[in-house]
């Protein structure tokens, strides 16, 4: 018989995978092959990117939150396993931080691209696969303790 907990598990997985995976495409694979483009060709091309995966990003996040607290108010709240409470932990930080590259950093990308300022659109797109960084390796660890937690 399938429970609501095992309903809410996929679904939190499903936005796990889009969001950790699309951070390792983002910095893996597309971004090495858009260093071989112009600036000119390159930031637009990385801006229309960004902002679709931004947009998938933000529906995973709703569904992480959602389905993690469902779980957390069945395995004890704050008495759950203390990996669970680290992975809630770790979670939210990479979701402040992801608040911060959307909304604070992304938007001087698309005000460099509009102006066509190239320089400064490059260090904005620096600015962000930094924080990118920081958050694929926050999500390695939140999986980890994903999976330490299981009861
Ligand atoms: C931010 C709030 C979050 C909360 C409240 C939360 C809560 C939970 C809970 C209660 C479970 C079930 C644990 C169990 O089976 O006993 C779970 C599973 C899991 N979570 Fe989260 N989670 C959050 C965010 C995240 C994030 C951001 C990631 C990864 C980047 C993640 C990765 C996982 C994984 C991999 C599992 C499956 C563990 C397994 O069954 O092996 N969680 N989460």
């Not at 390792?24 to 390159?42: D, I, K, Y």
């Not at 704050?78 to 909304?103: E, N």
Request: aromatic share 10%; with cysteine; charged share 10%.
């Amino acid at each position: 018989m399938i429970h609501a907990f095992d309903v809410a598990l996929f679904l939190h997985l499903l936005g796990v995978v889009v969001w950790v995976g699309g951070m390792v495409f983002a910095h893996f694979c597309l971004r090495p092959a858009a260093q071989e483009l112009t600036p000119q060709s390159r930031l637009p091309l990385m801006e229309s990117a960004l902002g679709t995966f931004f947009g998938w990003v933000s529906v995973s996040i709703v569904v992480i939150l959602l389905t993690g607290g469902f779980m957390l108010s069945k395995v004890g709240d704050m008495r759950a396993p203390w990996p669970v409470l680290a992975m809630a932990g770790t979670g939210v930080l990479m979701m402040l931080l992801f608040g911060h590259l959307r909304f604070a950093m992304y938007p001087r990308v698309q005000r460099a691209v509009q102006a066509q300022r190239w320089p400064d659109g490059a260090a904005a797109i620096g600015s962000i696969r930094r924080i990118v960084v920081v958050n694929l390796v926050l999500g390695v660890v939140t999986i980890a303790f994903g999976v330490l937690g299981r009861v």
